[in-house]
């Protein structure tokens, strides 16, 4: 059964030797392809053997057919941000930033109110060979424009209700460093 799916593989050609694809799992660079299996290498630098009836049952995912990726930033800013302001900064760094594209266009999308921030996504378009720089870059530079803006990525948070009577007494928890652990006592020489 191996070989028959290994002959289906090389007719339909769900990727080629030079793909990262992702099978399950694993993802990493298609690096040979035969009648009865596929190797790859991970990112890791691991070899990956994957019997060819087992890739027809899987769900292929091939991360460079196109020659264009998107990446999907996710970022929660503070309830008390101007949204408005927020996509107007992140619109500005994706057309300042060399390695993005301009079409497709970016995407500023309103994701959820969630416990501590309110959810977005923005995402981009690039080459698929500045994929991993672009993103990083993107995350920095995004980073660096909030910094200078004002717009704060918040922490989570907790209200704390003391049931009974009296008022309500206002807490603020900081979570200190911890203090390094003492140096143990030097050993006494062992008496003669």
Do not use: C
């Not at 191996?2 to 002959?7: F, K, T, Y």
């Not at 995350?139 to 990525?153: N, R, S, T, Y």
């Amino acid at each position: 059964s191996n070989l028959i799916s290994g002959l289906f593989l090389l007719v339909e050609r769900p990727f080629v030797v030079g793909d990262v694809v992702r099978i399950g799992q694993t993802t990493g660079e298609v690096i040979a392809i035969d009648l009865l299996s596929s190797k790859i290498r991970t990112f890791d630098n691991l070899k990956v053997r994957v019997p060819n009836e087992q890739l027809l049952k899987s769900e292929i995912v091939n991360l460079t057919h196109f020659p264009i990726r998107r990446i999907d930033l996710q970022v929660g800013v503070a309830y008390d941000s101007d949204l408005d302001q927020v996509r107007d900064v992140m619109m500005d760094v994706a057309a300042k930033h060399p390695l993005l594209l301009d079409e497709p266009t970016p995407l500023f999308i309103f994701v959820a109110f969630a416990d501590s921030a309110i959810n977005l996504q923005f995402s981009v378009w690039t080459a698929r060979a500045n994929f991993l720089e672009a993103k990083t870059a993107l995350h920095l530079d995004l980073k660096k424009a909030f910094d200078a803006h004002g717009v704060v990525i918040p922490f989570p948070q907790r209200t704390v209700s003391v049931l009974g009577g009296g008022p309500a007494l206002p807490v603020a928890v900081q979570q200190q460093p911890a203090e390094p652990a003492p140096t143990p006592p030097a050993a006494d020489p062992p008496a003669e």
